[in-house]
């Protein structure tokens, strides 16, 4: 176990899925400057790509770490554009805002695409992905959201990857905030290539995504990219050339992202990392369910990444007002995103322990006392909604 850093200079805590609370050694790390093309950052590039893939496990040798600049949505973006051909079809597995991120990126790519759409947070399970890839030859590809961050909910990617194998298909996955803190082992779940973000479970900045791929996919991926600096196969190939990124790297992003590699590693890597967010879900979810509030899945479904509540019927909730409240308290909360009843979310991840969960329960009693609300319980509507989920 290492200690998390309370944030400095009264800064509240991020109770958010990325950008996240980092420790300061991540933000002093940022206080110099480096030359993109100077040997110092190029080693620093293939340092965060070796240990990135490390996490890979046995098996790791057939894939490579390939860096891209922007968001997490450009890194989506680009292992779509890059590794589904011109002519092929992608099954997209969706529940929730991501999931549909990741269609409507396929739309714009002017790929073809099916969507399973389960709503708001009904996993995706793998009969489901059977049936739909037995019906339909032409599909190549499926996408899953690991963790969905817009409901919290860890979706079962053995028995999708499971059955998208034994239908001859490929597995795409985002597991953009889920990387770092549940296992992705290619040993024990086969795919093809995977993303993530420097500001999500590594506990980095936000500047960049990271595309983890088989090297056979990376090579087959050259001139499916329409788009220049979403094209991985030519990052990849460039980078592993000269040492460097095409284009104006993030470098203290980068730099930022090492030393919080380093941090991750010392916490015990993915497992250590894992163990901890999944105290800080237990402490809260406990915490919260006995001064009255309600979670929007039942355990079995519930990831340790972000959990969503469902607001108190009483009508004298507002959620900007409790928002402002937890905020004076030093916690900055989520608004949910579920679109058939109202809900908030609180993040698990980040420079968070046990403690501060406690304190996050504390704060939000208070901001109860202080709305005058004496029941946090949910409308009977949000309640019948989670019964679908047990069906
Ligand atoms: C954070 C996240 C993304 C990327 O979002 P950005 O805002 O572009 O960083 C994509 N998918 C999932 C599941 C995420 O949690």
């Known amino acids: 176990m290492i200690a998390i850093e309370a944030p400095r200079l009264g800064e509240p805590y ?28 190029r080693a620093m590039t293939r340092a965060m790509r070796d240990q990135l893939l490390a996490m890979l496990g046995s098996g790791a040798d057939a894939f490579d770490c390939v860096p891209m600049q922007g968001s997490g949505t450009f890194a989506v973006e680009a292992m779509l554009s890059s590794f589904v051909p011109r002519d092929g079809k992608v099954l997209v597995l969706a529940n929730g805002a991501y999931g549909l991120r990741a269609a ?64 001859g298909r490929k597995l795409l996955v985002d597991s953009m905030s889920a990387f770092g803190a549940i296992p992705l082992l290619p040993s024990e779940i086969r795919f ?5 973000s420097a500001n999500k479970c590594i506990e980095g900045v936000p500047g960049f995504g990271f595309v983890i791929a088989r090297k056979a996919e990376l090579e087959a991926a050259k001139g499916n990219c329409a788009s220049i600096s979403l094209d991985v196969h030519a990052q990849w190939t460039h980078m592993d050339k000269t040492g460097q990124w095409r284009f104006t790297p993030p470098t203290h ?28 879900r237990d402490v809260l979810v406990d915490g919260m369910r006995a001064i009255g509030f309600e979670t929007l899945l039942a355990d079995r479904w519930l990831s340790p990444i972000i959990v969503t509540f469902f607001c108190p019927a009483d009508p004298g909730f507002e959620f900007s007002r409790f928002y402002d409240l937890m905020k004076a308290r030093g916690f900055i909360i989520y608004p949910g995103k579920l679109t058939v009843v109202d809900s908030f979310r609180v993040g ?44």
């Open 14 to 41: 991020l109770l958010t899925p990325g950008p996240l609370t980092t420790s300061y050694a991540v933000k002093q790390a940022m206080l110099r400057d480096w030359g993109s093309w100077d040997e110092d950052f």
């Open 104 to 167: 409507q990126t396929l739309a714009y790519l002017g790929r073809h695409f099916v969507v399973l759409d389960k709503g708001d947070y009904l996993p995706p399970r793998g009969e489901e992905v059977t049936r739909m890839l037995a019906d339909d030859p032409a599909i190549s590809h499926v996408i899953a959201i690991h963790c969905e961050t817009s409901s919290g909910i860890l979706n079962p990617l053995q028995e999708i990857s499971a059955a998208t194998y034994a239908q």
């Open 192 to 196: 093809e290539a995977m993303v993530s």
């Open 253 to 280: 992003a980068v730099a930022a992202f090492l030393e919080a590699l380093r941090i991750h590693k010392a916490e015990g890597g993915v497992a250590g990392r894992g163990r901890r967010y999944a105290v800080n």
């Open 348 to 391: 698990c991840i980040g420079q968070l322990d046990a403690e501060v969960m406690r304190r996050v329960v504390v704060a939000a009693q208070e901001s109860l006392d202080e709305m005058g609300i004496a029941d946090a319980a949910p409308p009977a509507k949000a309640l019948e909604e989670r019964a679908k989920l047990a069906a």
